[in-house]
């Protein structure tokens, strides 16, 4: 918020993490997953795509494929069918059995669980390497940042960049490393359900006393919506007891 000192902001992060917990107890990963391959397979399926479309898919998906083996000596054409209704399929399928062959041949079929080794994988960026760490190994390593993460750092004002690196340096340093894969899933979770990108609900968000957008003066008086906030977090505090 403005002029926000370095440690206002780490305060407003843990309330913004304390309200959001208490709002989304059950926060996880959306791609259903069993196993760190089938979270690589989905996180790959997921770029431009939404998890509903990669869930429809997936179930077949893993049923054919269940071992890196069998994406790496899959016909590619014939996996490009197979997630053709993802979008990109022609890539995807190409990353999916590049990563695949990667584990088989490289790894010897031990599917790697570090940072340094999962983004040698094609088609694996710091992000979904994140993503595997965090949710398939509990590993906090950084914090996912994707299109919800960026957005809504940046309303909430954790952040003054819009490059995905720079806002992960910036989250690193403001939440403790036991919650960076949680709070990305809070995150992801606020943002589909109450801060949308065409229509935040402002009026009824949980963070509204800790977001800067309504206290800018719109639809409702910064008051109201601080009181609202203090209720939450009273509720959260009793809750803990
Ligand atoms: S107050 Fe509005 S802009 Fe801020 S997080 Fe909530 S819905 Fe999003």
Same mark, same amino acid.
């Given at each position: 918020?403005?002029? =926000? ?5 780490? !305060?407003?992060?843990? =309330? ?29 399926? +997921?770029?431009?795509?939404?998890? !509903? ?36 399929? #022609?890539?995807k399928a190409k990353n999916i059995q590049s ?26 960026? #710091? ?34 960049? !819009?490059?995905?690196?720079?806002? =992960? ?14 709070? +990305? ?6 943002? #589909? ?12 968000? =949980? ?13 409702? +008086? ?5 009181? !609202? ?13």
């Amino acid at each position: 918020m403005k002029n =926000e000192k370095k440690t206002g902001l780490k !305060k407003r992060v843990g =309330e913004i993490l304390k309200v959001l917990r208490k709002t989304y107890p059950d926060a996880h990963c959306e791609l259903d997953h069993s196993s760190p391959l089938e979270l690589l397979v989905a996180t790959i399926l +997921s770029a431009q795509c939404t998890d !509903k479309r990669v869930n429809l898919v997936t179930p077949k998906l893993f049923a054919k494929y269940p071992k890196a083996i069998d994406y790496a000596e899959a016909e590619l054409h014939e996996l490009e069918e197979d997630i053709r209704s993802t979008g990109f399929f #022609r890539n995807k399928a190409k990353n999916i059995q590049s990563a695949c062959r990667a584990i088989v041949e490289k790894f010897q079929g031990r599917f790697p669980d570090t940072m340094e080794e999962l983004v040698q994988l094609d088609g694996v960026g #710091r992000k979904t390497a994140n993503v595997i760490l965090g949710t398939a190994f509990n590993k906090n390593e950084g914090v996912v940042v994707d299109t919800h993460v960026i957005r809504l750092s940046n309303l909430l004002e954790l952040t003054q960049h !819009k490059d995905p690196v720079k806002i =992960e340096q910036d989250l690193m340093k403001l939440i403790p490393q036991e919650d960076w894969s949680l709070f +990305s899933h809070l995150i992801v979770w606020h943002g #589909r359900r109450r801060c949308s990108a065409r229509k935040p609900d402002c009026l009824n968000c =949980e963070l509204a006393g800790l977001c800067p957008v309504p206290a800018q003066g719109k639809s409702v +008086s910064r008051q109201r919506l601080k009181e !609202k906030s203090d209720r939450e977090l009273k509720k959260t505090e009793k809750n803990r007891i």
